[in-house]
């Protein structure tokens, strides 16, 4: 509903520009929202998976392009060596290699680490621009503005995209956006020409992140959508064909994609559009040309019966096994169930998890009850694209509240439909002149109202249809009369976005801006500590161990053990081959007579284990280490059996009532090793588990954690990363036990002697991430 | 008269001949078992009476035996879980093998039929899978019975026949998961119905079908059904509310990633408010002809508004007690 | 002192085979000599008299060096520092050329002539002083030590200097860091032990070349630093008039290796019982005064554990690495921080009228009781400047120049990189000039280029805004 505006030319002219600072001024803030961690740690890589594709970056800078595409890096999963160019999404590193290339031309020499920090918030800047348009499409400017201010700086948002999480989704958010517009753009105008920006998009989005599927299957819903609704028109076949037809050879060029586009399911409902919008051109088509009645039916009942036809053979073919069923993450979102028994790993990734409703609100605080407001305006006047923001609330909010990480593709449509939703009521709001109230005047009115006028408004008398376009509610738009309705609106909902900025700015700094690879903590005293233990820790490996030394930890810590300590590992977070994980967590969660095979097998020379007793952190590894025995006996059920790690009474203890087994594990006993030392003559407490780790200067009963296959060869400050190094084979051929215990008999009490206690270790819990 | 009797008392007492005759149990016992007194297609219910014979020592043939307690008094969850994939495995067997066990039988005990067996047997807790191998025969084994250890194992028909196949040798177990024909009767009455449907009623229907509103409503309830974390519950089986430590009950459920059922439809019901709340203000209160309503409508929805966000913010502080932001009435 | 070995050598090598040094030329009178065992390498200064016994007056006298300071399978040779003085009656000192032969003597020697100012009046003599630093000479004893247990080091030296004349008298004072020696060479009362020094003598009448060995074994637990590599670079800005300074550190504990493995409870507890440690827990750089936003970082990142001291006379970086640095460990770490330019450089008018720059920056800084095996120095000169001319005081290094380009450059700016190798934290003192002048014509090449670009830029998009690309007529929704 575009309401009168009365603007003096001159103004008018002035709009285009006054958008334009605006717009920078958004893109702006969206930037330094996003600085936080930069500002308060450093220019810093976050987390895990930003390890590797920095890592893959510095590899893709070092060489050419195609050299990246058939890299095998053998540095990680040994010994199989990982196909790394075949099975990444290129997109994000050539994006930033060819940042630092054309930087490099311009001479300016920047810092490849600077340009992937930044990469993510420079990248949210364009989404807010392309934000802005889809939105603009969707209503008006005004609409298109909010909406872009919205998605700068959106919690939901920027969670993904702060400076530092150098991910596929920094960049795959703005890509998805720009690939929305350019389809809306598309389908208005009918032009190949629009649609073949799509499919250019459509192709950068492939190369970018895994989440393409999701455009994949959006697009093909609103065409299809739109045939039912009866809203088939040469326009929508132009878009979609060029669309499809492009964006799908394009896609087939990345190598990790190849063939899936015509083989997996997933892609299959594109395809069968693609199918389907041709025979409805050619029955339209037709229809149009042929006089006579019964060979129109005919048409039509062929046509259906091919439609019937295709959609059998895809069924068929799935059956057969020729194009791949449903599986894996993506078929975990429609049976939920799926991942907990099926695929382990998946399951045990926190990210995965459904989301609680808190999530929703904290990630888009009052957009989340404006956002089906905004359907509902959408609803007033229902044109083609709207029936897009429609179908994309729907499905996203499905999915987002299937997979916490899906909150990423759901908080672009809240915010689009939450501007709209907002703009709506700014602008009647916000519109000064003052409706006429005398009621004959109206009935005139309605007297000599024009016929078009008569039209529209008998149209209106009955129940708006869906298939039908223009406005839905029946009585005509009048405008606010007293200005203290516009007074206490407008207030109110100028303090709410106030608030919103409030909001998003306080979940920013506390929940998204700590880079998990260094820890704030607070000091007895309230004074802020920086625990640096990780990079103490992988700087150690990187300067003292031998180049080509193998380093065991858990999954988790493969991308970071790669890129900070430079050194080869067994696992890593590209967690493609379930088996080798298996064997690591058997090695850990087995005794060491058992382990010690494993490891001398994998030559693995060093072991990395996380340990947060000390401090409190958490996350370490006797928190996850039930998943490791998991994913262990679903290999070996025979050997790891979960069951033996509780208590008679099922509980999952670490201190003197621990089962024997956990006691022996390898991981127990690397995490507990003269643990107990640091308390001297106090318990010792496990502060992540608030147990008491049995301690032998307490009570004589409880024998120090003796480790013979290895030894420990670095632990950091706070004790947070252990590292052991595997023993060769004993030189007289014994069994290490019986070596190391020779040894301590020989030097009586030697250990025990040289445990000078260090008392009161007055660190703070580490904060968790998550507040 | 006496006849009768005394043929009775012949019966039973050659009944009891052959019974005690026979010390050595081979498979013929049990397949009559399996015939008499089977509940589930190839699964034996035991009793105290029986269960001594079933197991005593050489036997040619081996036996599962599920000791349980399903009975709902006994309150035990996991055995009520566990029993549908025992009883998968069971059927699967007999799927292959009908009529008779050949020589792997799968049988159950329950509490309420055996509760001498379970204190003879020294059993505190339930349910326990037990193997009884062969005795006797080419792969004779101890007399004694293999223990499978149920504790959270995924796929559970699974691993109970990875572990009957492990020590019965000889012995191949597949799972057939049984095709759910109900379901499939439902497609098709489902796809007839809605056939019959748009054929005959659609067009009594159609504006009703194809009125916005109706659409409107659908889209919104959905969207605000999983913004609210439906999903959520659905997946994790959260309880609707939860006793707390006084005896209470706690209808808020602590910390950011956790929910019950009630507090997803209170945050479902506000959202519904808000945004409706905020539909009025933009379509509906521009539309009233006259002024005072309008202003009044106004000054409702606003007020709404204005508390339920304050109440959202204060459930939101419930959940996550570090939040700053509030709104009056509910700041605390 | 100026020596280059390579050039010298060949000199040297015409100059002895003309004059061979004849014992009878010169005596030694009271030769007093001290070996300075305190630091990570061995200084070892003599001072004393020379007198001329020869029948004319000479202009130069021998000396001698070990040849194994010369080692070419080292990668780099021992002698760090060799400076010979002439000192006058009123203590003030002059130094002295000498050319050190390439052949070696039966005693494995090399000998070195040094010529003097003025020649030697018959029957005078003169005040000479002669001060070396070697470095890799200390061998720790045993070679691998426990975490917990005491550093040794040992020195392995002669009692009198090897010298192609007779001495009269000498004195040898051993001097070791804050302990005695436990364990040294000895004859019946010889040497006399006074705290942490050994003296040695004094010996009289020793023969020409006479060679009698010490050993001294000492407790050393400081780190013994050697710096593998410093990379040092120096950005001269005169726009911002800034002259910023990144050093880039590889660095290695010399020491006695770890035997065994790391205990963090073991060193938890040493931390605090304050002991001290052969291995490297921190070091403290001295930086010139009005140094700002220093920083300490290294290959993956900002190191949080560093101490910045602003002291206004002499400000102090306190840097703690990540992990204590054990003997054999390694460790590399970037440090930096920037000046105002004015502190360093002075400008001055020359006879064209046209004004000159003199950079005067230190050529090496910061760590203390180090010694470096490679030095690179490269001064970024602002863009468009010329070099007119180079001078360090530390003269045994190689000069390279480049041009590099940078932040926009057109023209590019003229890179001066010094090699040395070997070098002590004691030469921190030797500094190095750089002149040059800034034509103005280069001044405006980077503005101009920029601007143009801009201004393509913006026609360019005008241009193409106007440019109607779609086919036909396109018609709405």
Same mark, same amino acid.
């Given at each position: 509903?575009?309401?009168?505006?009365?603007?003096?030319?001159?103004?008018?002219?002035?709009?285009?520009?006054?958008?334009?600072?605006?717009?920078?001024?958004?893109?702006?803030?969206?930037?330094?929202?996003?600085?936080?961690?930069?500002?308060?740690?450093?220019?810093?890589?976050?987390?895990?998976?930003?390890?590797?594709?920095?890592?893959?970056?510095?590899?893709?800078?070092?060489?050419?392009?195609?050299?990246?595409?058939?890299?095998?890096?053998?540095?990680?999963?040994?010994?199989?060596?990982?196909?790394?160019?075949?099975?990444?999404?290129?997109?994000?590193?050539?994006?930033?290699?060819?940042?630092?290339?054309?930087?490099?031309?311009?001479?300016?020499?920047?810092?490849?680490?600077?340009?992937?920090?930044?990469?993510?918030?420079?990248?949210?800047?364009?989404?807010?621009?392309?934000?802005?348009?889809?939105?603009?499409?969707?209503?008006?400017?005004?609409?298109?503005?909010?909406?872009?201010?919205?998605?700068?700086?959106?919690?939901?948002?920027?969670?993904?995209?702060?400076?530092?999480?150098?991910?596929?989704?920094?960049?795959?958010?703005?890509?998805?956006?720009?690939?929305?517009?350019?389809?809306?753009?598309?389908?208005?105008?009918?032009?190949?020409?629009?649609?073949?920006?799509?499919?250019?998009?459509?192709?950068?989005?492939?190369?970018?992140?895994?989440?393409?599927?999701?455009?994949?299957?959006?697009?093909?819903?609103?065409?299809?959508?739109?045939?039912?609704?009866?809203?088939?028109?040469?326009?929508?076949?132009?878009?979609?064909?060029?669309?499809?037809?492009?964006?799908?050879?394009?896609?087939?060029?990345?190598?990790?994609?190849?063939?899936?586009?015509?083989?997996?399911?997933?892609?299959? $409902? @594109? =395809?069968? /559009?693609? *199918?389907?919008?041709?025979? !409805? %051109?050619?029955? +339209?088509?037709?229809?149009?040309?042929?006089?006579?009645?019964?060979?129109?039916?005919?048409?039509?009942?062929?046509? $259906? @019966? =091919?439609? /019937?036809? *295709?959609?059998?053979?895809? !069924? %068929?073919?799935? +059956?057969?096994?020729?194009?791949?069923?449903?599986?894996?993450?993506?078929?975990?979102?429609?049976?939920?169930?799926?991942?907990?028994?099926?695929?382990?790993?998946?399951?045990?990734?926190?990210?995965?998890?459904?989301?609680?409703?808190?999530?929703?609100?904290?990630?888009?605080?009052?957009?989340?009850?404006?956002?089906?407001?905004?359907?509902?305006?959408?609803?007033?006047?229902?044109?083609?694209?709207?029936?897009?923001?429609?179908?994309?609330?729907?499905?996203?909010?499905?999915?987002?509240?299937?997979?916490?990480?899906?909150?990423?593709?759901?908080?672009?449509?809240?915010?689009?439909?939450?501007?709209?939703?907002?703009?709506?009521?700014?602008?009647?709001?916000?519109?000064?002149?003052?409706?006429?109230?005398?009621?004959?005047?109206?009935?005139?009115?309605?007297?000599?109202?024009?016929?078009?006028?008569?039209?529209?408004?008998?149209?209106?008398?009955?129940?708006?249809?869906?298939?039908?376009?223009?406005?839905?509610?029946?009585?005509?738009?009048?405008?606010?009369?007293?200005?203290?309705?516009?007074?206490?609106?407008?207030?109110?909902?100028?303090?709410?976005?106030?608030?919103?900025?409030?909001?998003?700015?306080?979940?920013?700094?506390?929940?998204?801006?700590?880079?998990?690879?260094?820890?704030?903590?607070?000091?007895?005293?309230?004074?802020?500590?920086?625990?640096?233990?990780?990079?103490?820790?992988?700087?150690?490996?990187?300067?003292?161990?031998?180049?080509?030394?193998?380093?065991?930890?858990?999954?988790?810590?493969?991308?970071?053990?790669?890129?900070?300590?430079?050194?080869?590992?067994?696992?890593?977070?590209?967690?493609?081959?379930?088996?080798?994980?298996?064997?690591?967590?058997?090695?850990?969660?087995?005794?060491?007579?058992?382990?010690?095979?494993?490891?001398?097998?994998?030559?693995?020379?060093?072991?990395?284990?996380?340990?947060?007793?000390?401090?409190?952190?958490?996350?370490?590894?006797?928190?996850?280490?039930?998943?490791?025995?998991?994913?262990?006996?679903?290999?070996?059920?025979?050997?790891?059996?979960?069951?033996?790690?509780?208590?008679?009474?099922?509980?999952?203890?670490?201190?003197?009532?621990?089962?024997?087994?956990?006691?022996?594990?390898?991981?127990?006993?690397?995490?507990?090793?003269?643990?107990?030392?640091?308390?001297?003559?106090?318990?010792?407490?496990?502060?992540?588990?608030?147990?008491?780790?049995?301690?032998?200067?307490?009570?004589?009963?409880?024998?120090?954690?003796?480790?013979?296959?290895?030894?420990?060869?670095?632990?950091?400050?706070?004790?947070?990363?252990?590292?052991?190094?595997?023993?060769?084979?004993?030189?007289?051929?014994?069994?290490?036990?019986?070596?190391?215990?020779?040894?301590?008999?020989?030097?009586?009490?030697?250990?025990?002697?040289?445990?000078?206690?260090?008392?009161?270790?007055?660190?703070?819990?580490?904060?968790?991430?998550?507040? | 008269?006496?006849?009768?009797?005394?043929?009775?008392?012949?019966?039973?007492?050659?009944?009891?001949?052959?019974?005690?005759?026979?010390?050595?149990?081979?498979?013929?016992?049990?397949?009559?078992?399996?015939?008499?007194?089977?509940?589930?297609?190839?699964?034996?219910?035991?009793?105290?009476?029986?269960?001594?014979?079933?197991?005593?020592?050489?036997?040619?043939?081996?036996?599962?035996?599920?000791?349980?307690?399903?009975?709902?008094?006994?309150?035990?969850?996991?055995?009520?879980?566990?029993?549908?994939?025992?009883?998968?495995?069971?059927?699967?067997?007999?799927?292959?093998?009908?009529?008779?066990?050949?020589?792997?039988?799968?049988?159950?005990?329950?509490?309420?039929?055996?509760?001498?067996?379970?204190?003879?047997?020294?059993?505190?807790?339930?349910?326990?899978?037990?193997?009884?191998?062969?005795?006797?025969?080419?792969?004779?084994?101890?007399?004694?019975?293999?223990?499978?250890?149920?504790?959270?194992?995924?796929?559970?028909?699974?691993?109970?026949?990875?572990?009957?196949?492990?020590?019965?040798?000889?012995?191949?177990?597949?799972?057939?998961?049984?095709?759910?024909?109900?379901?499939?009767?439902?497609?098709?009455?489902?796809?007839?119905?809605?056939?019959?449907?748009?054929?005959?009623?659609?067009?009594?229907?159609?504006?009703?079908?194809?009125?916005?509103?109706?659409?409107?409503?659908?889209?919104?309830?959905?969207?605000?059904?999983?913004?609210?974390?439906?999903?959520?519950?659905?997946?994790?089986?959260?309880?609707?509310?939860?006793?707390?430590?006084?005896?209470?009950?706690?209808?808020?459920?602590?910390?950011?990633?956790?929910?019950?059922?009630?507090?997803?439809?209170?945050?479902?019901?506000?959202?519904?408010?808000?945004?409706?709340?905020?539909?009025?203000?933009?379509?509906?209160?521009?539309?009233?002809?006259?002024?005072?309503?309008?202003?009044?409508?106004?000054?409702?929805?606003?007020?709404?508004?204005?508390?339920?966000?304050?109440?959202?913010?204060?459930?939101?502080?419930?959940?996550?007690?570090?939040?700053?932001?509030?709104?009056?009435?509910?700041?605390? | 002192?100026?020596?280059?070995?390579?050039?010298?050598?060949?000199?040297?090598?015409?100059?002895?085979?003309?004059?061979?040094?004849?014992?009878?030329?010169?005596?030694?009178?009271?030769?007093?000599?001290?070996?300075?065992?305190?630091?990570?390498?061995?200084?070892?200064?003599?001072?004393?008299?020379?007198?001329?016994?020869?029948?004319?007056?000479?202009?130069?006298?021998?000396?001698?060096?070990?040849?194994?300071?010369?080692?070419?399978?080292?990668?780099?040779?021992?002698?760090?520092?060799?400076?010979?003085?002439?000192?006058?009656?009123?203590?003030?000192?002059?130094?002295?050329?000498?050319?050190?032969?390439?052949?070696?003597?039966?005693?494995?020697?090399?000998?070195?002539?040094?010529?003097?100012?003025?020649?030697?009046?018959?029957?005078?003599?003169?005040?000479?002083?002669?001060?070396?630093?070697?470095?890799?000479?200390?061998?720790?004893?045993?070679?691998?030590?426990?975490?917990?247990?005491?550093?040794?080091?040992?020195?392995?030296?002669?009692?009198?200097?090897?010298?192609?004349?007779?001495?009269?008298?000498?004195?040898?004072?051993?001097?070791?860091?804050?302990?005695?020696?436990?364990?040294?060479?000895?004859?019946?009362?010889?040497?006399?032990?006074?705290?942490?020094?050994?003296?040695?003598?004094?010996?009289?009448?020793?023969?020409?070349?006479?060679?009698?060995?010490?050993?001294?074994?000492?407790?050393?637990?400081?780190?013994?630093?050697?710096?593998?590599?410093?990379?040092?670079?120096?950005?001269?800005?005169?726009?911002?008039?800034?002259?910023?300074?990144?050093?880039?550190?590889?660095?290695?504990?010399?020491?006695?290796?770890?035997?065994?493995?790391?205990?963090?409870?073991?060193?938890?507890?040493?931390?605090?019982?304050?002991?001290?440690?052969?291995?490297?827990?921190?070091?403290?750089?001295?930086?010139?005064?009005?140094?700002?936003?220093?920083?300490?970082?290294?290959?993956?990142?900002?190191?949080?554990?560093?101490?910045?001291?602003?002291?206004?006379?002499?400000?102090?970086?306190?840097?703690?690495?990540?992990?204590?640095?054990?003997?054999?460990?390694?460790?590399?770490?970037?440090?930096?921080?920037?000046?105002?330019?004015?502190?360093?450089?002075?400008?001055?008018?020359?006879?064209?009228?046209?004004?000159?720059?003199?950079?005067?920056?230190?050529?090496?800084?910061?760590?203390?009781?180090?010694?470096?095996?490679?030095?690179?120095?490269?001064?970024?000169?602002?863009?468009?400047?010329?070099?007119?001319?180079?001078?360090?005081?530390?003269?045994?290094?190689?000069?390279?120049?480049?041009?590099?380009?940078?932040?926009?450059?057109?023209?590019?700016?003229?890179?001066?990189?010094?090699?040395?190798?070997?070098?002590?934290?004691?030469?921190?003192?030797?500094?190095?000039?750089?002149?040059?002048?800034?034509?103005?014509?280069?001044?405006?090449?980077?503005?101009?280029?920029?601007?143009?670009?801009?201004?393509?830029?913006?026609?360019?998009?005008?241009?193409?805004?106007?440019?109607?690309?779609?086919?036909?007529?396109?018609?709405?929704?």
């Amino acid at each position: 509903m575009q309401l009168p505006t009365s603007l003096p030319p001159a103004a008018a002219n002035a709009l285009p520009l006054l958008r334009t600072l605006t717009l920078f001024t958004i893109a702006g803030a969206a930037i330094a929202s996003r600085l936080f961690s930069v500002v308060r740690f450093e220019s810093i890589i976050h987390e895990f998976d930003p390890w590797f594709n920095f890592r893959a970056t510095k590899y893709l800078v070092a060489n050419d392009f195609y050299s990246f595409l058939d890299w095998f890096d053998d540095r990680t999963w040994y010994p199989l060596g990982r196909v790394t160019g075949g099975t990444l999404y290129p997109g994000l590193m050539v994006t930033s290699a060819l940042i630092f290339h054309g930087l490099k031309a311009l001479t300016l020499p920047v810092d490849i680490r600077n340009i992937c920090v930044m990469l993510a918030p420079v990248f949210s800047g364009l989404t807010a621009y392309a934000t802005y348009l889809f939105t603009r499409e969707m209503k008006d400017h005004s609409a298109g503005l909010l909406a872009a201010a919205f998605i700068g700086i959106a919690p939901g948002y920027i969670s993904r995209s702060v400076a530092g999480s150098y991910d596929n989704e920094a960049i795959a958010i703005t890509l998805l956006m720009f690939t929305f517009y350019l389809w809306i753009k598309a389908l208005k105008l009918g032009s190949a020409f629009w649609g073949a920006l799509t499919a250019l998009f459509y192709f950068y989005m492939v190369a970018a992140w895994g989440g393409y599927v999701f455009i994949t299957n959006i697009i093909p819903l609103h065409a299809l959508v739109l045939v039912i609704m009866g809203r088939y028109s040469s326009r929508l076949y132009v878009a979609y064909s060029s669309w499809y037809a492009l964006g799908t050879l394009a896609s087939m060029q990345i190598p990790f994609v190849g063939f899936l586009p015509i083989r997996s399911s997933e892609h299959m $409902g @594109a =395809l069968g /559009v693609f *199918g389907l919008l041709q025979l !409805v %051109g050619f029955a +339209v088509y037709v229809r149009a040309r042929v006089p006579s009645k019964q060979f129109k039916v005919l048409v039509v009942g062929s046509v $259906g @019966a =091919l439609v /019937v036809l *295709g959609v059998a053979g895809i !069924v %068929g073919l799935t +059956v057969s096994g020729v194009i791949a069923p449903w599986t894996g993450r993506f078929y975990s979102l429609w049976d939920t169930g799926y991942a907990k028994i099926h695929i382990p790993i998946i399951a045990s990734v926190s990210e995965h998890q459904p989301t609680a409703w808190p999530s929703f609100f904290f990630d888009t605080f009052m957009l989340i009850w404006l956002f089906p407001a905004g359907v509902y305006v959408v609803f007033q006047e229902l044109r083609d694209e709207h029936l897009f923001v429609i179908i994309y609330g729907i499905l996203a909010s499905y999915f987002a509240g299937v997979m916490v990480r899906l909150m990423l593709t759901l908080t672009p449509i809240v915010c689009v439909c939450g501007a709209v939703a907002l703009s709506n009521i700014l602008d009647i709001y916000t519109n000064l002149e003052k409706p006429v109230e005398e009621e004959e005047e109206k009935k005139e009115e309605k007297e000599e109202a024009s016929p078009l006028k008569k039209a529209t408004t008998s149209l209106i008398e009955d129940e708006a249809s869906i298939l039908s376009l223009g406005s839905m509610s029946k009585k005509p738009l009048i405008g606010v009369y007293s200005n203290w309705a516009r007074g206490i609106v407008l207030g109110m909902f100028t303090l709410y976005l106030y608030m919103f900025v409030q909001h998003c700015t306080w979940v920013t700094s506390n929940a998204y801006s700590s880079p998990s690879v260094v820890l704030a903590s607070q000091m007895a005293d309230g004074s802020q500590h920086i625990i640096d233990d990780f990079r103490e820790a992988y700087y150690w490996l990187r300067k003292n161990t031998a180049e080509d030394a193998k380093v065991m930890s858990w999954w988790d810590y493969g991308y970071q053990i790669g890129g900070m300590a430079d050194r080869t590992t067994l696992v890593d977070n590209n967690t493609w081959n379930n088996t080798h994980i298996a064997t690591v967590g058997k090695a850990m969660s087995s005794r060491e007579e058992v382990s010690y095979p494993i490891l001398r097998k994998h030559d693995v020379d060093y072991i990395l284990v996380i340990f947060g007793g000390l401090l409190g952190y958490s996350g370490d590894d006797i928190n996850k280490f039930l998943w490791m025995v998991r994913i262990a006996e679903g290999i070996w059920p025979e050997e790891v059996k979960e069951r033996d790690f509780f208590t008679a009474r099922g509980e999952y203890r670490v201190d003197a009532e621990a089962t024997p087994t956990m006691k022996n594990s390898l991981m127990y006993k690397m995490s507990y090793y003269r643990f107990a030392d640091v308390f001297g003559r106090q318990p010792a407490i496990d502060r992540v588990r608030n147990q008491r780790i049995p301690s032998p200067m307490q009570d004589a009963s409880a024998a120090p954690i003796e480790l013979s296959s290895v030894e420990e060869a670095f632990t950091s400050e706070n004790w947070i990363v252990r590292i052991y190094k595997v023993k060769e084979l004993d030189p007289f051929g014994r069994e290490h036990a019986a070596a190391t215990a020779f040894e301590s008999g020989k030097k009586k009490s030697g250990a025990r002697g040289r445990t000078a206690p260090v008392g009161g270790h007055a660190k703070g819990r580490a904060r968790v991430l998550r507040v | 008269m006496r006849t009768i009797q005394f043929c009775v008392l012949l019966l039973a007492a050659l009944f009891a001949c052959v019974v005690s005759a026979a010390p050595e149990r081979d498979s013929t016992y049990m397949d009559k078992l399996l015939k008499s007194s089977s509940i589930n297609p190839g699964l034996i219910r035991l009793t105290d009476k029986n269960f001594g014979d079933v197991i005593s020592a050489p036997r040619d043939y081996a036996v599962v035996v599920l000791l349980t307690a399903e009975s709902p008094s006994m309150g035990c969850q996991l055995c009520r879980q566990f029993a549908p994939d025992y009883h998968l495995v069971a059927q699967s067997w007999s799927k292959e093998h009908p009529k008779s066990g050949d020589g792997l039988y799968f049988a159950v005990l329950d509490f309420v039929d055996g509760q001498r067996t379970f204190q003879s047997l020294g059993l505190k807790t339930a349910p326990n899978v037990w193997l009884y191998g062969p005795t006797v025969g080419e792969n004779a084994g101890p007399a004694a019975p293999i223990v499978y250890e149920i504790h959270g194992v995924v796929d559970m028909p699974g691993s109970v026949a990875r572990f009957i196949e492990s020590h019965v040798p000889g012995v191949g177990i597949t799972i057939y998961k049984p095709r759910d024909y109900s379901k499939i009767g439902q497609a098709v009455t489902g796809l007839v119905a809605i056939g019959l449907f748009i054929r005959y009623l659609y067009p009594i229907l159609k504006p009703f079908f194809e009125s916005r509103t109706l659409w409107a409503g659908i889209s919104l309830v959905a969207i605000l059904m999983f913004t609210s974390g439906h999903m959520f519950n659905n997946i994790r089986h959260t309880p609707y509310v939860a006793g707390n430590k006084e005896g209470g009950v706690s209808y808020v459920a602590p910390g950011f990633q956790q929910q019950y059922g009630f507090e997803t439809q209170v945050v479902a019901v506000l959202y519904a408010f808000l945004a409706f709340g905020a539909i009025s203000l933009s379509i509906k209160t521009p539309r009233i002809k006259d002024s005072t309503r309008q202003l009044l409508s106004v000054l409702t929805w606003a007020t709404i508004i204005w508390c339920l966000f304050s109440a959202l913010m204060f459930v939101f502080r419930m959940k996550n007690p570090g939040y700053p932001l509030s709104l009056p009435p509910m700041t605390k | 002192m100026r020596f280059s070995i390579v050039a010298s050598a060949l000199l040297a090598y015409a100059a002895t085979v003309l004059s061979a040094p004849s014992p009878s030329d010169f005596k030694v009178v009271n030769m007093l000599r001290t070996v300075d065992l305190m630091k990570a390498y061995v200084r070892d200064s003599s001072s004393f008299i020379l007198e001329n016994t020869s029948s004319e007056p000479k202009s130069s006298f021998y000396l001698a060096v070990n040849s194994s300071y010369f080692d070419d399978d080292e990668t780099t040779p021992k002698l760090a520092m060799y400076e010979v003085k002439l000192k006058a009656d009123d203590a003030s000192t002059t130094p002295l050329e000498f050319e050190i032969a390439p052949e070696v003597n039966e005693d494995g020697m090399r000998l070195v002539e040094v010529a003097l100012k003025t020649p030697l009046e018959v029957g005078s003599s003169q005040t000479i002083q002669l001060v070396t630093a070697v470095v890799r000479e200390l061998s720790p004893i045993p070679k691998k030590i426990k975490q917990s247990e005491p550093q040794n080091l040992m020195w392995e030296g002669t009692k009198v200097s090897y010298m192609p004349y007779p001495i009269v008298k000498q004195r040898t004072k051993v001097k070791t860091a804050d302990r005695p020696p436990n364990a040294y060479s000895k004859h019946i009362d010889d040497p006399l032990v006074e705290g942490t020094t050994l003296t040695y003598g004094p010996y009289n009448d020793v023969e020409p070349y006479a060679y009698d060995p010490i050993l001294v074994k000492y407790e050393y637990n400081i780190p013994v630093i050697e710096v593998s590599k410093l990379e040092r670079e120096l950005w001269v800005s005169h726009t911002g008039g800034n002259l910023a300074t990144e050093e880039r550190y590889w660095l290695k504990n010399a020491g006695a290796e770890l035997k065994d493995n790391f205990s963090r409870i073991r060193w938890q507890a040493s931390t605090m019982a304050r002991e001290r440690t052969p291995a490297l827990r921190s070091a403290s750089v001295h930086l010139r005064p009005g140094v700002r936003d220093v920083y300490f970082t290294d290959e993956i990142g900002n190191v949080s554990t560093s101490n910045f001291r602003d002291d206004p006379r002499s400000p102090i970086m306190e840097i703690r690495p990540r992990y204590p640095i054990f003997g054999g460990w390694n460790y590399s770490f970037t440090l930096g921080w920037n000046h105002d330019l004015g502190r360093s450089l002075r400008s001055l008018v020359d006879s064209e009228g046209e004004t000159v720059y003199v950079l005067r920056v230190p050529l090496i800084e910061g760590l203390m009781n180090v010694y470096y095996n490679e030095v690179e120095v490269s001064v970024v000169l602002p863009e468009a400047a010329e070099i007119l001319s180079v001078e360090s005081t530390y003269t045994d290094v190689t000069e390279e120049r480049s041009l590099l380009f940078s932040h926009l450059d057109a023209v590019g700016r003229t890179v001066v990189k010094l090699k040395a190798k070997n070098m002590i934290d004691e030469q921190k003192r030797s500094e190095l000039y750089v002149t040059y002048t800034l034509p103005s014509n280069g001044q405006y090449a980077k503005p101009m280029l920029v601007a143009t670009a801009l201004i393509t830029v913006f026609f360019a998009v005008i241009v193409l805004g106007r440019i109607d690309i779609s086919i036909g007529k396109t018609k709405t929704a």
